[in-house]
Every structure is written in structure tokens, then in C-alpha cells.
């Protein structure tokens, strides 16, 4: 079966700082990856996905992800947030002929200015 | 319509009570997925309809959950005899297609039900 994880529960920063939330999945197959975004109030938004190609993928708001295949991982990059960056972020896959996405257990952000 | 809309936003049910929760997916979208987040955990996959036929229940937690799309748009999730522990977000997401060959799942606000 495949899961999700998620290292990194809360994570608090000041602004400019640098910023990567691991995500690690299990699957032996062909997969699809994906970071979500939860604002405070608001609801879930794609941030950033990966189907195929290139492993370096970006997204919207400065945001990037690495796709390593031999390692399992799709981590998630900032290299400056901002206080506005503060939210909930959520690793997610699906095997590419499924349309079952599992979610990791999410992980907070703080920035503070 | 312009995103996933979901009715209510916010339901209190007592224990045993019966709930209906609403989900309009954007329009034209063939699949609708029904996903249940408990407080600080991410989202649980629950069931998926492609058009009207639900192709995948597996999440759905005991037989007291029931899912439907009878004209392939509008899905309800009723909720039968609640238990404080179905006191969750609830959420409706929809795509264009097969998510597997590089369609975006996109969510609603959720239904945030709780069971007292």
C-alpha cells in the first residue's frame, strides 16, 4: 500500500530564512507527486506537482520540489519565505493509474517577520 | 461554477443523528472525491465517482457512511447514526479526468462536522 511521510511536524522560521520540508513515499511503482497548501481558513491548493520529466519542478509563489526517484523523496524548497508563506503543507501521491491520492500527515509553518 | 462548493460549512449533530453533506464539483468535471481530515492529520481518502459510478469506496470507514452521485454532478456523503469519532472536515474535490495522466485534483472549504 502506499504512504506518505512526513518528517518535519511544525516548522517555525524567521522571514528571508531558507525552507525544505522533507516528504518521503512508499511505493514501488510509477508515481505522480504532489505539495499542497492549506492557509489559514481557506481551502487546500496545489502548489506544485510532478508527473514526469524533469525532476525539478516549480511552482507557484517561488516554490520547488525535487523528485529523487532512488530516494523515494519529493522535497519541498523556498529559498526565502516569507510571513505569508505561513500555512499547512501536505505531501501527496498517487500511482499513475489510480486516482487515490494519499496525503502525509501535513506539516505547519510559522514565519515570523 | 468557479470551485468545488460544499453545504453546510459547519454542522453540530448529536450523537445517533443522520447528516447529509453537499458537494457541487466545478462544472464539466468527471471525477469527485469525498476525503476526511481529522484535526491535525491530513486528508483520508474516503470514495471516488467517476460521473455517476462509484468506482472506489475503500476509505469509507464502516457502513454507516454512504456516498452517492446520482446524475454524474451533485454528490452527497450521508452519515448515518454519528459518533463523536466521525467529527472531522470533510472534503469534496474534483478533476477533469483520470488524475493519474496529469489532471489536478482541486478542493472544496470542507464541511466541518461536529458530534456532540
Known amino acids: 500500500a502506499q504512504s506518505v511521510s512526513q518528517h518535519n511536524h511544525h516548522v517555525i522560521l524567521s522571514e528571508a530564512a531558507s525552507l525544505e520540508l522533507g516528504c518521503n513515499y512508499s511505493y514501488g511503482g510509477t508515481v505522480n507527486l504532489f505539495w499542497y497548501v492549506q492557509y489559514p481558513g481557506q481551502h487546500l491548493q496545489l502548489l506544485l506537482k510532478y508527473f514526469s520529466g524533469d525532476p525539478l519542478v516549480k511552482g507557484i509563489k517561488g516554490f520547488e520540489a525535487e523528485f529523487i526517484k532512488s530516494k523515494f523523496s519529493f522535497n519541498l524548497r523556498k529559498p526565502s519565505v516569507q510571513w505569508s508563506d505561513t500555512a499547512e503543507y501536505f505531501c501527496a501521491v498517487n500511482a499513475f493509474d489510480t486516482d487515490k491520492l494519499i496525503f502525509g500527515t501535513g506539516t505547519r509553518l510559522q514565519v515570523f517577520p | ?116
Do not use: M
Not at chain 2, 28 to 55: M, R
Not at chain 2, 74 to 80: A, G, N
Not at chain 2, 84 to 95: G, I, K, P, T
Open chain 2, 1 to 116: 461554477g468557479a470551485g468545488v462548493s460544499q453545504s453546510p460549512r459547519y454542522k453540530v449533530a448529536k450523537r445517533g443523528q443522520d447528516v447529509a453533506l453537499r458537494c457541487d464539483p466545478i462544472s464539466g468535471h468527471v471525477s469527485l472525491f469525498w476525503y476526511q481530515q481529522a484535526l491535525g492529520q491530513g486528508p483520508e481518502f474516503l470514495t471516488y465517482f467517476q460521473n455517476e459510478a462509484q468506482l472506489d469506496k475503500s476509505g469509507l470507514p464502516s457502513d454507516r457512511f454512504f456516498a452517492e452521485r446520482p446524475e454524474g454532478s451533485v454528490s452527497t456523503l450521508k452519515i448515518q447514526r454519528t459518533q463523536q469519532e466521525d467529527s472531522a472536515v470533510y472534503l469534496c474535490a474534483s478533476s477533469l479526468a483520470n488524475t493519474g495522466f496529469g489532471n489536478t485534483i482541486y478542493f472544496g472549504e470542507g464541511s466541518w462536522l461536529t458530534v456532540v
